[in-house]
């Protein structure tokens, strides 16, 4: 697959085939768990129905959404097409999937309760909190992160040379090269000597441009301040509590949990099944697995409050500093019908899902496709605006 501009903002790669177009506050250990919705099979409006099935008409296999809202007991599920061509059968709402970039938003969390508790600032400069042996300039940037801070890192305004758009890894990654190399690891210093081989994109502070190195960074950053993995601290600080039992973090294995479907992209002009992978590259930009429910639970608690305290809540909304396209790890979508939506976006190999919730929390969507790529544009606001405004009042 051709690599992706980068330009549509939350999306976890990037290049031309564009796909249409994430709870509880740390050591809040009494708090009572979240207990997981019961999906509703009713038939759901008829507006979601003919988004979900545009899609497939579009060319994705499949496509499926979760609604939750407020006073409702049960959440609404979805469904178009299918989740194994082989095989026929629909997509579930217990399916677990590849979330992309959706990832980054619980990264974004984590990086600011660990502001909220003092131990990072986020004016701090980022090679300030890099872990022994990882690198922090390089031959192509010998400025390298020494400039950067974790604000910039989290709302994309770093600069740092994206590494899946190093022409031989994205070929390897997305490309013809993908048969071969699927199952290769790949190590955050290595994937970060790439970026520093290439020349910034701009200086520090001075534009939005969305990078994977960026959050590739703050996984990092996170190990060296609290001497954890990454993906440890979010299971302990938002898994656990809020009891996402269906969400991981898989790092290098390849396989996904049961129950899934499968997953396909386009590499030339071929369909190939890409289900099975080794997310080492993706890590902390977008490696994450999950379901639509442990999306929406995760969503309603973050913008609920249940997740930061007020001032790092207006932190994560900020987007004056990239002219209103992104905060930190979330940003705010406005439809057509004057209602916005917060939420994220991400995809990777085989994999699209989109989040977008009331500002509230208290009305959440989730959607997801079993393809990365599209072959009919489809607005990417499609489902969101069949859900929140045919649903107003």
Request: charged share 20%; with cysteine.
């Amino acid at each position: 697959m051709p690599r992706r501009s980068g330009r549509h903002r939350g999306t976890f790669r990037t290049g031309a085939l564009a796909v249409l177009a994430a709870l509880l506050l740390t050591g809040s250990a009494g708090r009572p768990r979240v207990t997981p919705p019961s999906p509703d099979h009713r038939r759901p409006p008829a507006t979601t129905m003919r988004a979900l099935h545009r899609l497939v008409h579009g060319g994705s296999p499949g496509a499926a959404s979760l609604t939750t809202r407020a006073g409702f007991p049960t959440a609404r599920f979805s469904t178009a097409g299918v989740a194994d061509l082989r095989s026929g059968r629909p997509m579930g709402p217990q399916d677990r999937f590849r979330a992309g970039s959706l990832t980054k938003t619980l990264v974004a969390t984590v990086v600011l309760q660990l502001a909220a508790e003092h131990r990072l600032s986020l004016a701090d400069r980022a090679a300030a909190h890099l872990p022994p042996g990882v690198p922090a300039t390089g031959p192509g940037d010998r400025t390298g992160l020494r400039g950067v801070t974790i604000r910039q890192l989290l709302n994309h305004t770093s600069g740092l040379f994206n590494y899946t758009d190093d022409p031989r890894l994205s070929e390897n990654l997305f490309g013809t090269g993908f048969g071969a190399h699927r199952y290769d690891r790949h190590t955050p210093a290595e994937l970060l000597r790439t970026t520093l081989s290439h020349h910034p994109t701009a200086a520090p502070g001075t534009r939005y441009s969305y990078s994977n190195t960026n959050y590739l960074v703050l996984g990092q950053v996170i190990r060296a301040v609290t001497g954890h993995p990454y993906a440890t601290e979010i299971r302990r600080r938002l898994l656990v509590p809020a009891g996402l039992g269906h969400t991981s973090f898989p790092g290098t294995d390849p396989a996904l949990p049961t129950p899934h479907g499968r997953a396909y992209s386009l590499i030339g002009d071929r369909r190939v099944d890409t289900t099975s992978l080794n997310p080492s590259w993706a890590g902390p930009a977008g490696e994450m697995v999950t379901t639509l429910g442990d999306l929406n639970r995760f969503y309603s608690a973050l913008l609920g409050g249940r997740l930061l305290a007020p001032r790092q809540m207006a932190q994560i909304r900020d987007e004056k500093r990239t002219g209103g396209i992104y905060g930190l790890g979330l940003y705010a979508t406005e439809l057509p019908c004057g209602v916005t939506v917060w939420g994220n976006r991400g995809d990777i190999n085989g994999s699209y899902a989109r989040t977008a919730a009331t500002a509230d929390g208290r009305h959440v969507l989730s959607y997801r496709l079993n393809t990365d790529a599209h072959s009919t544009p489809v607005p990417d606001t499609a489902v969101l605006t069949a859900e929140f405004c045919a649903s107003r009042g």
